[in-house]
């Protein structure tokens, strides 16, 4: 694809803009503003930005894993690949408000969204929560409650839970 600048000359373009969209149309189906993407992808809210309005295309492989995780999809769907259905794990809106609410990285946020108990998750940020403090808890080995202070953002308070 060329693309001519001020002067007339062609340069040739970056991308299509087509990975922009599809962070942007998956990050909107979610309910998922730039801003909470870009802290769940531990990235910054311009570089979302200008991934989305294609001004750039060409993430590292990491940065490409963490906003894959952070939108519930794989890497490869993510590029545009085409993927098994049975491979896409969603992540569903209540997590998604959750992991941007503590600053969550996107490894806890795709392994949270891949329990499934009976066919079940939970459906409400409380809900969650409650899981997400369980595992902690049990990790700590079950001799104390896990301090929510790590996962977020410096004097951010998190709401529903008193220390």
């Not at 000359?9 to 990050?27: F, H, N, Q, T, V």
């Not at 590292?60 to 590029?79: D, K, N, P, Q, R």
């Not at 085409?82 to 794990?89: D, H, I, L, S």
Request: net charge neutral; with cysteine; hydrophobic share 45%.
């Amino acid at each position: 694809m060329a693309r001519t600048n001020a002067r007339g000359d062609e340069k040739k373009a970056r991308g299509d803009g087509e990975l922009g969209e599809r962070i942007k149309r998956r990050r909107k189906a979610i309910g998922l503003t730039a801003k909470d993407l870009a802290r769940v992808a531990d990235v910054s809210p311009s570089y979302v930005s200008q991934l989305e309005h294609g001004k750039q295309d060409q993430p590292s492989l990491e940065v490409l894993g963490a906003l894959a995780g952070a939108l519930g999809m794989a890497t490869s769907e993510l590029l545009g690949e085409p993927v098994a259905a049975e491979a896409t794990m969603v992540t569903p809106q209540a997590l998604a408000l959750l992991a941007a609410e503590l600053g969550l990285d996107a490894a806890t946020t795709v392994m949270l969204a891949g329990i499934n108990i009976g066919g079940y998750q939970p459906t409400t940020r409380d809900g969650w929560l409650l899981v997400l403090l369980a595992i902690r808890y049990a990790c700590a080995g079950g001799t104390h409650l896990p301090a929510l202070v790590e996962d977020r953002p410096a004097g951010k308070a998190l709401a529903g839970v008193s220390h």
